[in-house]
């Protein structure tokens, strides 16, 4: 099946510094991507759907000046967080739906990016 | 707004059980339903289902999916202590604006099996 891949795969940063996540579709090209929090034992929440060539779509309560996205490319989004603060340590995860034509195949995930702010 | 409910929340069995994990669904033009697995990283995919009453098996694994009732159920026969995990449901709707594709996950099933 598709890759998706994340980059770092776990990073630690001090409180107050910002942190660049990258998600990249290795053998397909997403026009949509997106980002996911998960916590400890529990299910996956949505945070934003990043767009190619325009503006993220942010879900609701996930406060966008503070998660940035850009999708930069048809096979690269980033989510950036910035001045991080302990709150914030999490694990992040993308995931990418492949689509051929108006067929939908799969969604895949990323492995994920273990957040910790110090 | 869309809705994906699991059952139960968590589960203990013993090696050898058979166990049947439920999902339900609320959602506006319903796509398909999914299945993930998730250990330690990100889910890996089981199943995606779209029709009702067709079974689809991978193993000791099997799902279907009941339209009319508006839910799912994943049946894992034979548990092995690696099947210990996160079971993840989520619906995809069949949207037209941007926000195509975008899952609706349940909280999950935390399935444990013991030796």
């Known amino acids: 099946g598709a890759v998706v891949s994340q980059h770092p795969s776990r990073v630690i940063c001090k409180s107050g510094t910002s942190v660049k996540i990258e998600c990249r579709s290795l053998?397909?090209?997403?026009?949509?991507m997106f980002w996911y929090r998960q916590f400890p034992k529990k299910s996956l929440m949505l945070m934003a759907t990043?767009?190619?060539?325009?503006?993220?779509?942010?879900e609701q309560g996930v406060e966008k000046d503070k998660f940035l996205i850009n999708h930069a490319s048809l096979t690269l989004s980033t989510l950036t967080v910035t001045s991080a603060h302990p709150e914030d340590s999490s694990f992040y995860i993308c995931?990418?739906?492949?689509?051929?034509?108006?067929?939908?195949?799969?969604?895949?995930f990323g492995p994920g990016t273990r957040l910790t702010v110090l | 707004e869309d809705k994906v409910v699991q059952s139960p929340l968590s589960l203990v069995v013993h090696e050898g059980d058979t166990v049947t994990l439920n999902c339900s669904y609320e959602?506006?033009?319903?796509?398909?339903l999914l299945w993930y697995k998730q250990e330690k990283k990100a889910p890996t995919f089981l199943f995606m289902l779209?029709?009702?009453?067709i079974e689809k098996k991978s193993g000791r694994l099997s799902s279907i999916l009941d339209k009319k009732e508006l839910s799912s159920i994943l049946n894992i026969t034979a548990t092995q202590t690696g099947d210990s995990a996160i079971y993840l449901c989520?619906?995809?709707?069949?949207?037209?604006?941007?926000?195509?594709?975008?899952?609706?996950f349940g909280k999950g099933t935390l399935l444990t099996v013991n030796p």
């Open positions: 959602v506006t033009n319903f796509r398909s």
């Open positions: 053998d397909f090209q997403a026009t949509t």
């Open positions: 989520a619906v995809v709707p069949f949207n037209s604006g941007g926000s195509n594709y975008k899952l609706t």
């Open positions: 990043s767009n190619e060539g325009s503006k993220a779509t942010y």
């Open positions: 995931s990418a739906p492949e689509i051929s034509g108006t067929t939908y195949n799969e969604q895949f």
């Open positions: 779209t029709s009702s009453g």
